[in-house]
C-alpha cells in the first residue's frame, strides 16, 4: 500500500466521521477491508491513462463483487470524495483498458478503469449505508440520536 492510498483512506474515515484503523504487521500497513467495509481507491486528476478528472481502478482479480468502492481524488494537500460504484458494476466491460494499477512487483494495465463521470456522485448514499449498517449491527435505527460510533 502507498502513501497516497492511506492517506485517502484516512481521509474517507474522516469525512464519514468514524475513525481509520489501518492494520498493521511488523511495521508495515497491510491491505484489509479498507474503512469499515468500504473501499476506498485513490487517484489523481489528471490520471496517467488520460481521464481528465480521475478514474477508479479496479483489478480483475481480488475486487468484492457487492463491495461499494469510493474514489477519493488527491488535490495537492487536501482529498476531494469523487463519487463510488458497486463492484460488479466496475466489471462492465466498456471500462476494461490500458489503465495503470499498481502492483508490489511493477505496473499492469490489465485493471478496470471506471471515469470519474460514470461513477454515482451522491456519496450521501455511502453515508446513510454505512450508518444504517452500523446501526443494525448495534440493534438501533438508523437516525436514532444514538447512532455515533462510540
Not at 474517507?12 to 476506498?40: H, N, S, T, Y
Not at 480521475?54 to 488535490?75: D, H, P, S
Request: charged share 25%; proline share 7%; net charge positive.
Amino acid at each position: 500500500m502507498h502513501i497516497v492510498g492511506a492517506l485517502a483512506e484516512r481521509a474517507f474515515a474522516k469525512w464519514l466521521g468514524v475513525p481509520w484503523k489501518p492494520k498493521i504487521l511488523k511495521g508495515r500497513l497491510v491491505a484489509q477491508d479498507d474503512v469499515e467495509g468500504i473501499e476506498v481507491r485513490s487517484a489523481v486528476a489528471p490520471c496517467p491513462c488520460g481521464h481528465p478528472s480521475g478514474c477508479l481502478r479496479l483489478n480483475k482479480t481480488g475486487t468484492k463483487q457487492e463491495a461499494i468502492y469510493v474514489l477519493v481524488i488527491r488535490r495537492g494537500s487536501w482529498f476531494e470524495m469523487a463519487g463510488w460504484i458497486l463492484g460488479k458494476d466496475g466489471w462492465d466491460p466498456k471500462y476494461w483498458g490500458p489503465h495503470y494499477f499498481r502492483k508490489t512487483k511493477g505496473w499492469s494495465q490489465n485493471c478496470y478503469g471506471v471515469p470519474r463521470e460514470n461513477l454515482d456522485q451522491n456519496m450521501d448514499v455511502v453515508y446513510q449505508s454505512f450508518w444504517s449498517a452500523w446501526a443494525n449491527r448495534m440493534g438501533r435505527a438508523y437516525g436514532d440520536p444514538m447512532h455515533t460510533p462510540e
